[in-house]
């Protein structure tokens, strides 16, 4: 696997406006409220007999009902890209388009978890301008402006890597052991980048495939709160493509995203 960035990350920061501002504020806003609906669905699943599929399903159609509805009334020239919704290739020429996960983490949503997450975010003109990340079963956000709150007690001295609870990549292992690094397993890519953000882990590594849903709001959310995020190579992620797949990912603090990239070029040599 070639390295094609070491230490910076080939993101870039969005310069502020009176446009971006008012667009971070609603994506904060829609994810927020999102979530606040579905705490209200998984609390009161018992009492509705909801559970399962049916929790899931009734879970990922409300949010997107909510989110796509608010959109078109916030911002009624936007493209809307969603997991939930059909995809039209008329967002490859629009100018501004919303990248949403209405629930990401539906598995862990319906077992009562909190490992699970709502993801808004805006790509425009070749880059994401905004992005917000609910993780309500927290009660906490990445995006809102806020310091999120060290949970492990700041550095430690072994790694701690974020992966899936259902499909860590192949290298997780080998990544484990070649760093000494503890792993943790969770749902959800935004509550996985959050956990970044607090300090609980030090990275969070994925492979085996994403779409763009799972990744746009946490990379855009994560990298305005200083965090590194890049394809496991270094390379750019790109959003708002014909092909909304991502390979895979890497967000991981500044501090460590040159240890990290220089163990996965170690470790997963068939990463492209």
Known sequence: MAVHQLVKDPGTRVPVTLRTCQDQALAVSLARDAGELLVQLQEHA?????S????KDKGDAMSQEFLDSALRRERPG?????EEAADS????????VWIIDPLDGTREFSEGRPDWAVHVALW?????????VAVPGEGCMIGDGHRQPIHGGGRRDRLRIAVSRTRPPDCAERLAEYLDAELLPMGSAGYKAWLV??????????AGGQYEWDSAAP???????????SRMNGSALLYNQAVPYLPDLLL?????AALMLHALAWTNHDTD
């Open 46 to 50: 018992a009492a509705s007999h909801l």
């Open 197 to 206: 953000t607090t300090g609980e882990a030090d990275a969070y590594v994925h």
């Open 252 to 256: 991981c603090h500044q501090d460590v």
């Open 124 to 132: 425009e003109s070749g880059q994401l301008v905004a992005g917000a």
């Open 78 to 82: 936007d493209a809307i890209f969603s």
């Open 219 to 229: 990379v855009f959310a994560a990298r305005e709160a200083g965090m590194h995020a």
């Open 89 to 96: 290739p008329e967002r490859l020429s629009a100018g501004r």
């Open 52 to 55: 399962g599929r049916a929790l």
